[in-house]
């Protein structure tokens, strides 16, 4: 099948998604939409475990998951044996921090541009498996250059020798950054510190190889970009490693290899799991990564720069080469005037809630430096009119709203 003569836009949405009505999402990056096909896929998917649970959980899921497997590694340039799956990258992150060897006073660094959750992860191992420190390499706007990047993560390693593990961002989730990942990782092995990426945003916006790029460890999410069912992301770890990064849960297959151990975690929903090779399959009729990243870089940047236009404010100042083709940030107007909505978290929690349950449009908004700034998302069923909304009721609530 293909779906290469469909219009992306309207056509898409009313064909191959299902939405509330009078919603309009352009916050595809936060949890991904999951087209109609593969939600049916699932509902018989459940009733085929549901039929016969003990066929199963005891033997069916087996080449499930290895078919998924292999799917998964195609897809992200990866041998399969170095890939496993597990609930989202929040969940193969922890996996890592808490099996690691810590020993006493090891620390972390990560960045301020890390995601919220992962921060707290990062925090919490540093403090619990290691009386160490978690520190934050400092990235503000404007960034004039991928240098400025990698030259001020070398700096902080140097700064704090006992720093064991680095974790970066693939794409940053609050600021949409792709970062130079190849050279900073390069810059990591030269001090003997492990790398351990959050590509939570990459798969299906960016090309991945895996085993070319090889970290110590990647996590990713194909729930987001990749239309599967949620919970459903892989953790990709070095052969170097697989001997002690055992999983969150100790279950049946304890000792019994890298990965069968975490295939059978007990009994749990692992079906978005087994539509990995399914959601692969609606991308690529989709036209693959080249037709659809052409499609939401172009409507992105038409969209953001017309936002932007009307607020009279500016996108974030970075290099081309840190864009990425799904995720813009947009910086919104001083609202000093308005306390619901002050330059602080509690302000961009106000606002994006507000614009959710008053207005019925889907954002993210988030405090960097200071100030507020939206960030925005395009995918195939997105179309100009939604942001022309979103721009319209921003007008109002900013420049009208004084």
């Known amino acids: 099948m293909t779906l290469n003569d469909?219009?992306?836009?309207?056509?898409?949405?009313?064909?191959?998604?299902?939405?509330?009505?009078?919603?309009?999402?352009?916050?595809?990056?936060?949890?991904?939409?999951?087209?109609?096909?593969?939600?049916?896929?699932?509902?018989?998917?459940?009733?085929?475990?549901?039929?016969?649970?003990?066929?199963?959980?005891?033997?069916?899921?087996?080449?499930?998951?290895?078919?998924?497997?292999?799917?998964?590694?195609?897809?992200?340039?990866?041998?399969?044996?170095?890939?496993?799956?597990?609930?989202?990258?929040?969940?193969?992150?922890?996996?890592?921090?808490?099996?690691?060897?810590?020993?006493?006073?090891?620390?972390?660094?990560?960045?301020?541009?890390?995601?919220?959750?992962?921060?707290?992860?990062?925090?919490?191992?540093?403090?619990?498996?290691?009386?160490?420190?978690?520190?934050?390499?400092?990235?503000?706007?404007?960034?004039?250059?991928?240098?400025?990047?990698?030259?001020?993560?070398?700096s902080a390693i140097d700064e704090h020798p006992s720093v064991r593990t680095v974790l970066l961002d693939h794409i940053t989730s609050p600021t949409a950054l792709l970062m130079p990942l190849k050279r900073m990782i390069e810059e990591c092995r030269k001090r003997g510190v492990l790398v351990l990426i959050d590509g939570a945003h990459a798969p299906g916006q960016i090309e991945i190889n895996l085993e070319e790029l090889c970290p110590d460890f990647y996590v990713g999410n194909f729930h987001k970009w990749v239309y599967t069912p949620r919970g459903c992301a892989f953790l990709w770890v070095h052969k170097d490693h697989q001997n002690w990064c055992t999983p969150?849960?100790?279950?049946?297959?304890?000792?019994?290899?890298?990965?069968?151990?975490?295939?059978?975690?007990?009994?749990?929903?692992?079906?978005?799991?087994?539509?990995?090779?399914?959601?692969?399959?609606?991308?690529?009729?989709?036209?693959?990564?080249?037709?659809?990243?052409?499609?939401?870089?172009?409507?992105?940047?038409?969209?953001?720069?017309?936002i932007a236009e009307r607020l009279q404010t500016r996108l974030a100042e970075i290099p081309k080469s840190m864009e990425v083709p799904g995720m813009k940030i947009v910086l919104l107007p001083d609202c000093t005037y308005n306390e619901r909505y002050s330059n602080t978290w509690e302000g961009s929690q106000n606002l994006q809630f507000d614009i959710m349950n008053k207005?019925?449009?889907?954002?993210t908004v988030n405090s960097i430096q200071g100030r507020l700034y939206m960030r925005l998302a395009a995918n195939i069923y997105n179309e100009m009119a939604d942001y022309d909304k979103l721009a319209d009721l921003l007008v109002k609530l900013f420049k009208e709203g004084r």
Not at 125 to 142: C, D, K, M, R, V
């Open 6 to 154: 469909v219009d992306f836009g309207a056509e898409v949405r009313r064909k191959y998604f299902h939405f509330e009505e009078g919603f309009t999402f352009i916050n595809h990056g936060s949890f991904g939409v999951v087209p109609t096909s593969i939600r049916e896929k699932r509902k018989q998917l459940l009733d085929v475990v549901n039929d016969n649970p003990d066929v199963f959980y005891r033997q069916a899921w087996k080449p499930l998951i290895s078919t998924a497997i292999q799917a998964a590694a195609e897809f992200l340039g990866a041998d399969p044996n170095n890939v496993v799956l597990v609930q989202n990258a929040t969940t193969g992150i922890n996996t890592v921090l808490k099996a690691f060897p810590w020993k006493k006073g090891d620390e972390i660094l990560a960045t301020t541009h890390t995601y919220c959750s992962i921060q707290n992860t990062c925090r919490k191992a540093a403090q619990i498996s290691t009386g160490g420190h978690f520190h934050q390499l400092e990235i503000n706007f404007p960034i004039k250059d991928e240098e400025e990047i990698v030259r001020n993560m070398a």
């Open 359 to 363: 207005h019925r449009i889907h954002v």
């Open 248 to 306: 969150l849960v100790t279950s049946y297959m304890y000792d019994k290899g890298f990965q069968l151990e975490y295939g059978q975690q007990g009994t749990r929903d692992d079906t978005p799991y087994f539509l990995i090779p399914d959601a692969i399959q609606f991308y690529k009729d989709m036209g693959g990564r080249e037709r659809i990243t052409k499609y939401t870089k172009e409507l992105l940047d038409s969209a953001c720069k017309m």
